[in-house]
C-alpha cells in the first residue's frame, strides 16, 4: 500500500490493514490474526505516521528449543520526510531525540514497507519461553524445564559417597 503525500490531508487519514501480505513471513512465524492501523498526518513537508500492530509470534526457545508464541502489541511514530537530493539521509532511518525520521527519495509512503520494518524491529535478540527457562542438558539434551533428567545424578559420586558405598559392602 502506497499513499502519496499529496493524498494526505493536514487533519490526517487512518487506514485499517487488513491485508496481511506484508507481513515478513520468511522472517519470522506468526499465528492467529494480524491486525495492523495506520494514521498518516501531513505537517507542512513531512508526514506523521502513527502505528499499531498486533501480532502473535511464534518462535523457538533459544534455550530450550521449544516452541512458544508471544502475543505483541507494537505501537510506532515515525516523521517520513523527502530527502534532500543531494544530501545523504536517503532511505534510512535515523532517531532525532523520542522520534525517528525516515527519509524517502519519492513523496510516497509505503505503509507495508513500514509495517514490516517495524515487525523486524521489534523481534527481540534472545528469544525466550520463559525468563527462568532452565533450557537442554548439556550432557544428555533433555528439556530441563520437564524436571531434572537424571544424567546429573550419576555424576554426583564423590568420594564420600564412594567409601560409604564401600562401608555397606
Ligand atoms: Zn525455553
Ligand atoms: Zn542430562
Request: hydrophobic residues 35%; negative net charge.
Amino acid at each position: 500500500m502506497r499513499i502519496s503525500f499529496a493524498e494526505i490531508p493536514p487533519e490526517g487519514i487512518s487506514r485499517d490493514i487488513t491485508d496481511v501480505s506484508w507481513f515478513p513471513a520468511h522472517e519470522v512465524n506468526r499465528r492467529g490474526p494480524l491486525t495492523a492501523t495506520v494514521f498518516l498526518q501531513r505537517k507542512g513537508a513531512r508526514v506523521l505516521v502513527e502505528g499499531s500492530i498486533a501480532v502473535t509470534f511464534q518462535f523457538d526457545c533459544d534455550r530450550c528449543l521449544g516452541r512458544f508464541e508471544m502475543p505483541s502489541e507494537l505501537d510506532f511514530k515515525l516523521d517520513v520526510e523527502l530527502a534532500d537530493p543531494d544530501g545523504m539521509g536517503r532511505e534510512h532511518t535515523c532517531s532525532h531525540g523520542e522520534m525517528d525520521t525516515m527519509f524517502v527519495d519519492e513523496p510516497i509512503i509505503d505503509v507495508h514497507g513500514i509495517l514490516q520494518q517495524q515487525v523486524l524491529l521489534s523481534i527481540p535478540e534472545k528469544k525466550l519461553c520463559a525468563e527462568e527457562c532452565r533450557g537442554l542438558c548439556m550432557r544428555c539434551g533433555a528439556d530441563l524445564n520437564q524436571g531434572a533428567c537424571g544424567c546429573g545424578r550419576q555424576e554426583k559420586i564423590t568420594p564420600f559417597s564412594v567409601l560409604k558405598d564401600l562401608a555397606k559392602s
